[in-house]
Every structure is written in structure tokens, then in C-alpha cells.
């Protein structure tokens, strides 16, 4: 069981604005740690999307994007298209134990 | 070209041991904390070890602590990871990855490698 919580699917059609929640507790999210998101495509490495909540790098189109608030956090994907579908990551620092990155357990989005 | 390479994967049995390592090209090695990300057989990703740059700082996942080892030589711009004790739990693609970002509690993993699969079966 991951320590972040995230659904396990979503799915939007083409076009559609789709969400997908990240929840936390108050020894990570809640205790003021940032959020990043990872894009993993089949068979391929993840890669980072957006880092700090909200920021995106260079590359990564203004339709992804990130927020945070409380024990909680949030990417959302706008105006989806067919390369979109992937699995996705949260992933925080938590302060229980010395140095340790927690990660979501995955959202696998499926553009209908 | 910017990029990580890892290596070392392959089928050990339970118990065994396996030395993964991890070639950076194209950009400053040594001025970056560096970890290691596995994933298993369809499932999510899971955080395993972080090292500094010059190799003070270093921690692991409670899953592997006291059986894996992580550690780096700059000069040879290559990353570590020891594992022993292996278990068939352990099996999992092996993902290197940069730190980047400017809070270390807030660091994120910025360029990642291709990943080698680690089996461990009888």
C-alpha cells in the first residue's frame, strides 16, 4: 500500500479535461512538502512533468498542470489527446523517515 | 547527449547477490545527489536509495536497508547499488535518476535511465 493515495484509473475522451488526486497525510503533503508528477508511457521510464506543485518544464505542454492544497494534491490534464494515455505519478518527501521520497501507487489514464 | 545508463540486471536466486551500476554522460556527475527507483512487475514505483554528491549523505528505503548499498565514484561518473540478501520481492526494473531542484526536502527525480530488470527466482 503506497503512502500517497491515488485512484487507480481514470479516463476522458479526446478533447475532455480529466483530474487526478493525490492524498497524503501531515508527515508529507500536509506537512508542507512539494508535490511532483511523473508521466510514465508504455514501456518507457517515467519521466518528470511537473515539479514544485505547479511547475512545468520546458517541453511538457501548458495543458498539464498542478496544484496543491492541504494533505492533498492534483494534475490536471485539459483538451486530452490519444498521447496522453499513460500512467501517472505523485510523489512527496516524508519526514516519518530520514530521507525517504513516497510515490503514489499510479493512475493509469485512458483517453477513450 | 544527456543521459543515464544503468546495467547489472539478470536472474539471481533467493539469497543471492547482484551489483548494479549506472554510466552519466553529458552532464556534471559530481555535482549531483543520485538514487535508485525500482519497479516491480506491474505495479508502481517505489524509491530505494539516495546518495549526495560527494557521498555524505546516504539513506534507504526501510524495504531494503541493511541488505543493499548504494555508493558512486565521480571520477568514473558511475552510480552503485549493491544488493544482497536478494529476494523474490526484489524483482523489479531498476531505475537511476538525478535529484534536481533547490530544497533537498523537495528535490524531484529530473533525468532518469532506461532501467535493468532485476529476477530473482529458484
Known amino acids: 500500500q503506497s503512502v500517497l493515495t491515488q485512484p487507480p484509473s481514470v479516463s476522458g475522451a479526446p478533447g475532455q479535461r480529466v483530474t487526478i488526486s493525490c492524498t497524503g497525510s501531515s508527515s508529507n503533503i500536509g506537512a508542507g512538502y512539494d508535490v511532483h508528477w511523473y508521466q510514465q508511457l508504455p514501456g518507457t521510464a517515467p519521466k518528470f512533468i511537473i515539479s514544485?506543485?505547479?511547475n512545468r518544464p520546458s517541453g511538457v505542454p501548458d495543458r498539464f498542470s498542478g496544484s496543491k492544497s492541504g494533505t492533498s494534491a492534483s494534475l490536471a490534464i485539459t483538451g486530452l489527446q490519444a498521447e496522453d494515455e499513460a500512467d501517472y505519478y505523485c510523489?512527496?518527501?516524508?519526514?516519518?523517515?530520514?530521507?525517504?521520497?513516497?510515490f503514489g501507487g499510479g493512475t493509469k489514464l485512458t483517453v477513450l | 547527449e544527456v543521459q543515464l545508463v544503468e546495467s547489472g540486471g539478470g536472474l539471481v536466486k533467493p539469497g543471492g547477490s547482484l551489483r548494479l551500476s549506472c554510466a552519466a554522460s553529458g552532464f556534471t556527475f559530481s555535482s549531483y545527489s543520485m538514487n535508485w527507483v525500482r519497479q516491480g512487475p506491474g505495479k508502481g514505483l517505489e524509491w530505494v536509495s539516495s546518495?549526495?554528491?560527494?557521498?555524505?549523505?546516504?539513506y534507504y528505503a526501510g524495504s531494503v536497508k541493511g541488505r543493499f548499498t548504494i555508493s558512486r565514484d565521480n571520477a568514473k561518473n558511475s552510480l552503485y547499488l549493491q544488493m544482497n540478501s536478494l529476494r523474490a520481492e526484489d524483482t523489479a526494473v531498476y531505475y537511476c535518476a538525478t535529484f534536481s531542484g533547490e530544497d533537498p526536502s523537495n528535490w524531484y527525480f529530473d533525468l532518469w535511465g532506461r532501467g535493468t530488470l532485476v529476477t530473482v527466482s529458484s
Open positions: 514544485g506543485n505547479s
Open positions: 510523489q512527496s518527501y516524508d519526514s516519518s523517515l530520514s530521507g525517504s521520497r513516497v
Open positions: 546518495i549526495s554528491s560527494s557521498s555524505s549523505y546516504i
